[in-house]
């Protein structure tokens, strides 16, 4: 591809690059025309495509609109048919809360549905006798609260797995420390449920007897009772799939599909829950699974694997510990359970689900692994795109680079949800617009935005601004009630531009970091509860905390990122597979070309050191890094620190010894390093030759860098993250080769030379100065003649315009409208849409303020602001001219100059270039500026009935609270000239 060829890529990105929204309909309420109105909205604002799904819906018949319902089936249809017309992607919506991920045709006693291990517990005196019958679950008990959505079903059946005894060293709040030694298996002596034993004669004993039993976990809404299926066992899948073949996939739906290339299934967070006190995933298959895959049996360490867990799997909590000379041992033994919940994720459910899939049309997206017991990164290469999202990992760049590595390593779409909050329609659109340039600087080159409603809902529950979707206390919207949607088409393209320029080529990221994790800690971001209970907004969270207050909560030390290196994670077995290759010194040349790998958990594959040693005898790069820090639980300030790396195996394999010989080979190669700390990491790697690919001439603390290579252009992307903390900065950024180059506006798809280059020793230098906040792209063309370089252009103020026109489109409730639909079916379906009513104030001439502290308007107005000026130009001089809008306040806006057309602008740095806009005399100077919903439903007490979930989970009690915002344009507006 050459410039010229991608100018005209971006001048008006297509639409498979475009922010695609996740659609929360009402069940299956919605009218057909309500279904059509909303997907040609979508698409009038500029969104690329539609993924859905029902969310619970108050006030209607769940049988009749539930998922699996006649008219659920119907308004799938309408929504594929209508997404397809458009040539927008669509996506059905998989879950273990969204019901389509589970079944009518199933029960929890079915080999087909989710399966748990639970225990019973009796003590039992030294030398004493038991017998009788053992003690069953108590299934009609209720099951302890949760937070996270979903029921449990009536549950019938339970089956004997094992009967485990153990001596009891001390114990504990949760359970005991075992004798490890003294541990019996008597399953072999149970004879119809019943058991008759001694306990030996020294200290006192615990039976722990275990049954297996579904788990009885539902979802709503839904037409009938869907029971979630069986993740580990074969069963589940292939009733799975039986039931989309046979019911959900019509031959009219499977007819749309065929005419929609970007059909998706989008397998959503992985809730699955237990309600039992063993609180273990279990499958009919997992023990003899077990046994074939790691050369032992599962049942004696039973009583040291059962545990509690809070919302996710980060959290958990063990009930039993050894004995301290047995530490190590239970330790493997818990990393072979989890491997095999991993292996059979893989191989029973995401492998046959999109096989079955592709056979019909279809891509599978997923958010792999995380939430549950399962390796974050191994099941990447069995699905089509890999999701994250920003509202578990509160949009950290160091969560982003946990998925990178898969996404990369295979060449897979990676995508994030992005826009939940817990802050529900309060933060300006700067907040969303800082978590988009932190996903695409790691990388995700595919926004689905969290999310979208129709404003029409059920009568008696819905009121304005419209129906929630996904309640008003956990999401935001991105939709027709938000005043900015106005400019959505602007920001959707500017979007575009940098998600299509940064999918040209291949990534090329400098370091991968070999990590393994079946517990990541997804809910880094929902710890916005300080320990005295005190709520911390969102806003403050990700703009002055963590990652923008130099913490890193996986890789900790900041050397390399501050050197301008990038770095992910992924699970060294896939370094094993056959499509991941060596060649030149670079790991997967073809994909992210990683120079070096790092290894740094105590625990490392005997058979991924093989590999490595291997490959470092082929010339690859490795660096040993001891002491590291990472996290496994931020909200409770639990970190783990591995004192020396690779120093056992992480299973019970007995081959530490192998282990240890690999890695004393490994250190005698003169390519490999040893490091003493993490700090020493980045001199280590540059002893070792490594120079970063878009390398800083001097550190910079301000700003991350993601870089593509497509054939001899390379695409830099460069954003300044201290959004609220930083100041204005200037980073030179070194990349291979001399070429030209050539600066990317987002917003108006301009591609021009850049000014700021020198070249030295083969490379192009860059000069970048980028506001807090800001992001830029950079194209260097390494197949043009360099020219001599440039120095950074420079800009003077012309005029300073301070007087304004001000009015305001005022937003607040207007009328209901109803609509009504008779399909023929013996019933009509009533859905309300509330109308927004908008009030234009005029707040005559004058300074630039926030709208509260403007006596016209108040702290009570929310809406879109319009400020007229006239800017009188003696003569329009050569060279470019910006119109410098200072600050919006963080609103989404536009500016058009005289008859020009519409402007958008970036948030943080709302700059726009009006220079073939500009006349001699008079020019007429429109800004339009937009504010969230906040201070309009401040005051009209919206708030007060919003819990805040983020208290909630955490035991909590409140609502949400907010204050008058700042809205409008503040300014200072000054038109600027280029220097010659």
Not at 171 to 177: E, I, S
Request: proline residues 5%; glycine residues 10%; negative net charge.
């Amino acid at each position: 591809m050459s410039v010229d060829d991608l100018a005209q890529l971006i001048a008006e990105p297509a639409i498979e690059f475009r922010p695609e929204v996740r659609w929360w309909l009402a069940e299956g309420l919605h009218t057909d025309e309500t279904l059509r109105h909303e997907i040609d909205t979508a698409h009038r604002l500029g969104f690329g495509g539609m993924e859905f799904l029902a969310m619970d819906e108050e006030a209607i018949d769940h049988s009749r609109y539930g998922w699996g319902a006649e008219e659920w089936v119907h308004d799938s249809q309408i929504v594929v048919e209508e997404t397809t017309k458009r040539d927008m992607s669509v996506s059905f919506t998989s879950g273990t809360n969204w019901s389509n991920a589970n079944l009518p045709t199933i029960d929890p006693d079915h080999p087909a549905a989710a399966k748990e291990l639970n225990v019973t517990v009796e003590d039992v005196s030294g030398g004493a006798r038991r017998s009788g019958s053992l003690t069953r679950v108590d299934l009609s008990a209720p099951p302890a609260e949760s937070p996270i959505p979903g029921h449990r079903g009536e549950v019938r059946e339970q089956s004997l797995v094992a009967v485990v005894a153990a001596r009891v060293l001390e114990r504990t709040d949760l359970g005991a420390v075992l004798d490890v030694d003294s541990v019996i298996e008597l399953t072999s002596c149970v004879a119809e449920e019943t058991l008759d034993w001694t306990a030996p004669g020294e200290g006192d004993w615990r039976l722990f007897t275990f049954w297996m039993h579904g788990t009885g976990q539902t979802a709503s809404p839904s037409a009938s009772i869907n029971y979630t299926v069986n993740y580990l066992d074969r069963a589940g899948v292939d009733a799975l799939i039986t039931y989309w073949d046979t019911v959900v996939l019509t031959p009219e739906l499977r007819g749309q599909i065929a005419n929609n290339p970007r059909t998706q299934m989008y397998m959503d967070s992985l809730e699955l829950s237990t309600y039992g006190a063993g609180g273990l995933f279990w499958g009919l298959s997992l023990a003899e699974e077990f046994r074939s895959r790691r050369g032992y049996d599962i049942a004696r360490w039973l009583p040291f694997l059962t545990r509690s867990v809070f919302l996710m799997a980060a959290s958990t909590t063990y009930h039993n510990e050894p004995d301290g000379e047995h530490a190590t041992t239970v330790e493997k033994v818990r990393f072979d359970y989890v491997r095999t919940l991993t292996d059979l994720y893989i191989e029973n459910m995401l492998r046959p689900f999109a096989a079955f899939l592709h056979r019909n049309g279809i891509r599978l997206r997923s958010e792999i692994s995380y939430g549950l017991p399962f390796e974050l990164t191994r099941p990447g290469p069995e699905v089509d795109g890999i999701e994250t999202e920003s509202l578990e990992f509160a949009a950290q760049i160091d969560a982003y680079r946990l998925l990178a590595g898969p996404a990369h390593l295979f060449g897979k779409q990676y995508s994030s949800e992005t826009g939940a909050t817990t802050r529900n329609h309060i933060l300006d659109h700067r907040f969303y617009d800082q978590i988009i340039a932190t996903q695409l600087a790691a990388g995700i080159t595919k926004t689905v935005l969290h999310g979208w409603a129709s404003t029409a809902g059920a009568e008696g529950v819905t009121e304005w601004p419209g129906h929630e979707g996904m309640w008003p206390m956990f999401s935001e919207r991105f939709d027709t009630r938000q005043p900015g949607s106005e400019f959505y088409p602007l920001w959707n393209a500017a979007i575009g531009r940098f998600q299509c320029v940064l999918r040209q080529g291949k990534p090329r990221i400098d370091i991968g970091i070999l990590r393994t994790d079946h517990f990541v800690d997804n809910m880094s971001g929902l710890g916005v509860v300080d320990p005295d209970g005190r709520r911390v907004p969102d806003e403050e969270a990700y703009g002055r905390r963590w990652m923008r207050n130099r913490e890193n909560h996986w890789w900790s030390d900041l050397g390399m990122q501050d050197a301008g290196w990038t770095y992910e994670f992924f699970d060294g077995s896939l370094l094993l597979r056959d499509d991941v290759n060596l060649a030149d010194g670079l790991v997967q040349p073809d994909g992210p070309g990683y120079q070096a790998l790092i290894v740094y958990q105590s625990e490392l594959d005997p058979d991924v050191a093989a590999h490595l040693l291997r490959w470092a005898q082929n010339g690859l790069r490795i660096a040993l890094v001891h002491g590291a820090r990472e996290a496994k639980l931020v909200m409770e300030g639990r970190y783990v620190t591995h004192e020396q790396a690779a120093v056992r195996t992480p299973g019970l394999d007995g081959r530490d010894h192998e282990l240890g010989v690999t890695m004393a080979a490994l250190l005698a190669l003169p390519n490999v390093a040893e490091v003493a700390h993490p700090s020493l990491t980045t001199k280590a790697l540059r002893g070792l030759g490594v120079r970063g690919r878009a390398e800083f001439v001097e550190d910079n603390e301000n700003v991350l860098t993601h870089l593509r290579q497509d054939g001899e252009l390379l695409h830099l992307y460069a954003y300044h993250f201290l959004y609220e903390t930083g100041h204005p900065t200037v980073v030179e950024v070194a990349l291979p080769g001399a070429g030209a180059a050539f600066r990317i506006d987002s917003w108006s798809g301009s591609v021009r030379p850049h000014s700021g280059v020198r070249y030295e020793a083969d490379r192009t230098i860059v000069a970048l100065h980028l506001d807090p906040g800001e992001a830029a792209m950079i194209t260097i063309d390494r197949s043009a003649r360099p020219g001599t370089g440039s120095e950074p252009a420079t800009y003077l103020p012309v005029n300073e315009l301070s007087e304004w026109d001000i009015a305001v489109e005022s937003w607040d409730a207007g009328e209901l409208h109803v609509i009504s639909e008779d399909r023929g079916l013996g019933y009509i379906t009533r859905e309300v849409r509330p109308t927004t009513a908008i009030t234009r104030i005029d707040a005559g001439r004058g300074p630039l303020l926030p709208w509260r502290e403007i006596p016209a308007i108040g702290p009570a107005v929310s809406g879109v602001g319009e400020y007229v000026t006239t800017l009188h130009l003696a003569e329009v001089l050569t060279g470019r001219h910006l119109l410098d809008l200072g600050s919006t306040a963080g609103g989404l806006g536009s500016v058009s100059v005289n008859d020009g057309p519409a402007r958008g602008f970036d948030t943080s740095r709302p700059v726009v270039d009006v220079t073939g806009d500009l006349v001699a005399g008079e020019n007429l100077i429109r800004v339009r500026v937009s504010s969230s919903l906040n201070n309009r439903l401040l005051a009209r007490g919206y708030y007060d009935r919003v819990p805040d979930v983020a208290l909630q989970l955490f035991g909590g009690e409140g609502t949400q609270q907010t204050w008058p915002r700042d809205h409008g344009l503040l300014g200072p507006v000054r038109l600027l000239r280029e220097a010659s």
